[in-house]
């Protein structure tokens, strides 16, 4: 990697010591360090947290809904489930969720404008592909006569 000093403005490689200083405070998730500039000798940021975009969110899998599924996690004990504020379904699996993308692409394909295929993973697409009329469409669909919101 290279930094740019933000006193100089001058492009430099981070000597041995410099890099292996960026890799720890990278390690440890810090958003930023200091180090020297090679050419004014003045301290300058390197700063390499760039904000994550924010996780697009999948549609929810469920007939006759057309909410989102946002994933939630559990800072205390690293515990993530996916729910869905519309309908109220809930898993606690991924796979679980992508077996039930799976299915409903099968029965509604218009669905599946908004997945990408990631591997083996459904992901959300990167824009929404999906039909315009995607909302009138799934209010068509044969509502899931289910029992229970947790859906694993
Ligand atoms: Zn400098
Ligand atoms: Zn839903």
């Keep these: 990697m290279t930094v740019t000093c933000e006193l100089c403005h001058k492009v430099f490689e981070p000597d ?33 947290k760039t904000t994550a975009p924010e996780e697009p969110h999948l549609r929810c899998p469920v007939a006759g809904c057309d909410g989102f599924v946002v994933h ?41 404008g908004c997945y990408s295929r990631n591997g083996d993973q459904w992901l959300a697409a990167p824009s929404d592909q999906a039909p315009d009329n995607y909302d009138e469409l799934v209010e068509q669909e044969t509502p899931d006569p289910f029992e229970s919101f947790d859906r694993d």
Excluded: N
């Design 72 to 112: 939630l996690k559990d800072p205390d004990t690293g515990s993530s489930h996916w729910a869905c504020g519309e309908c109220g379904s809930g898993w606690t699996q991924l796979s679980s969720l992508q077996r039930e993308i799976d299915r409903i692409i099968k029965v509604y394909p218009y669905r599946s």
């Design 16 to 48: 041995a010591g410099q890099a292996a200083l960026i890799d720890r405070s990278k390690a440890k998730d810090m958003e930023q360090v200091m180090i020297k500039c090679p050419h004014c000798w003045s301290h300058t940021m390197v700063r390499f």
